[in-house]
């Protein structure tokens, strides 16, 4: 045997070897780093100079926000503080808070009113917002809010809520009752019947307000600040998704009557700019009514902002139901579904669905447009920005702080309902990809 073979060892592994930690380059914030910023030569500049653009402003800024006055009673009194140093004068924050929030008329020891109606409003929002998570006996609190925000914020008596939701109630009955056989006679039935309970329940109201008023009547001229801007907000975006619902489904009807009245409100909705509809709002319309009557101001409002937003969302509701294959509508007819199931089983879903990033569009529009009833004398956010507080001698010359808070504000809001969109449109998600 010669000496190679018998000095070779052969070794056979029984085990595996651990495994070797990945490269410094592939793992942690130096693999997010390479494939988000550094993934080529022009998103390389590109981040740099985002980074010296970031660095600028926070510089800038730093000392601005650092600096600030939390605590004063007029602007020159910040200025004396500050004694010519850079600094912003967020005294005016803590001295009119109440004025931003609530407006400068809303009485100062029912505060908690709107606030407790804005809490309450996340525990309404959450069973339709989340209907996975939450049971759905909170629809039924989700019902009630409604009449109960109202009371909570107007004040008055308690009869007024109780006989507007009799008149939905009494509504929907007539409508479950009839549109069975017949989808038109169930729909207007159920609205003669909302009203003439709403009728009676008025003259009642008139003859007992009196004996029933728990809480003291706040008239709309009071409201204003930011509440103003969530109340058009909220009323608004939840009124124009169920009349765009309708308004797209009218456009597409076969009965010649019903689709004209849609494609004319629609299109000539859409061609008017919101301002002048609250102009319309605030002045014309107090032409058209009987003399003597009063018809409250923000209602006037809501109305126009709801009209102008519904016919945008049943635009976006129309690509949604446009882009549905046929094939569903014939399946749904192969069901032995009638018009109301099909649609609200098969084909609305669908195209909500589709349409959720246009509705949420228009929703973040319509929020940020209701600080355009600033110009028609109504003091929302931007209306005591502009009117009371820079008005004052004590505050005239704060510009950045109010208005940066107000962005903020706004921000928030819209910011949110993105991210729900966002997240909604996650959950809906059954295609894989």
């Known amino acids: 045997m010669s000496d190679t ?126 209907p996975k998570h939450v049971p759905t006996v909170g629809l039924y609190f989700t019902a009630v809010y409604p009449f109960l925000a109202y009371w909570l914020i107007w004040g008055g008596t308690i009869l007024a809520p109780l006989v507007a939701m009799a008149g939905f109630i009494v509504g929907y009955l007539v409508y479950s009752r009839f549109v069975a056989q017949s989808f038109a006679a169930g729909f207007f039935g159920a609205i003669v019947a909302a009203f003439a309970t709403w009728w009676i329940g008025g003259m009642i109201v008139d003859l007992v307000a009196p004996e029933t008023t728990v809480l003291s009547a706040v008239e709309s001229r009071n409201m204003g600040g930011f509440m103003l801007n969530m109340i058009l907000g909220t009323v608004c975006v939840s009124l124009s998704l169920p009349f765009g619902i309708a308004l797209a489904l009218g456009r597409q009807s076969s009965m010649p009557i019903i689709k004209w009245i849609c494609v004319v409100f629609i299109e000539f909705i859409r061609g008017v700019p919101l301002i002048t509809l609250l102009f319309v709002a605030n002045v014309v319309l107090a032409y058209f009514l009987p003399p003597g009557t009063t018809f409250d101001l923000i209602l006037r ?60 569009n228009v929703a973040v529009g319509l929020f940020k447009d209701t600080t355009l009833v600033s110009v028609i004398s109504m003091f929302d956010l931007v209306g005591m920005i502009r009117g009371p507080i820079l008005a004052s001698t004590e505050w005239n010359g704060v510009y950045w702080e109010l208005l940066g808070f107000a962005a903020v504000l706004f921000f928030v809001v819209c910011y949110g309902i993105s991210q729900y969109s966002q997240w909604l449109e996650r959950q809906l998600q059954t295609d894989h990809r």
């Open 301 to 360: 409002v809501i109305i126009m902002i709801t009209m102008f937003a519904s016919a945008y969302i049943a635009e976006v509701i129309r690509g949604g139901l446009a882009a549905l294959p046929r094939g569903q509508y014939e399946a749904a007819d192969s069901l032995g579904l009638d018009y109301a199931q099909s649609m609200r089983l098969i084909i609305l879903p669908q195209a909500l669905k589709i349409s959720i990033p246009g509705i949420v």
């Open 5 to 130: 073979h018998q000095n070779s060892i052969v070794y056979v592994r029984e085990t595996m070897l651990p495994e070797a930690p990945p490269p410094a380059t592939e793992t942690g914030i130096v693999k997010w780093m390479r494939e988000n910023l550094f993934s080529n030569v022009t998103n390389g500049i590109l981040t740099l100079v985002s980074i010296w653009a970031i660095y600028q402003l926070v510089m800038a800024m730093g000392p601005w926000l650092m600096n600030g006055i939390w605590d004063a009673p007029s602007l020159s009194a910040c200025r004396e503080i500050l004694q010519g140093e850079v600094g912003g004068c967020f005294a005016v924050l803590t001295e009119r808070w109440n004025q931003l929030l609530f407006g400068f008329q809303y009485p100062d020891d029912q505060y908690w009113r709107p606030t407790l109606a804005f809490v309450l409003l996340f525990a309404a929002a959450a069973p339709i917002m989340f």
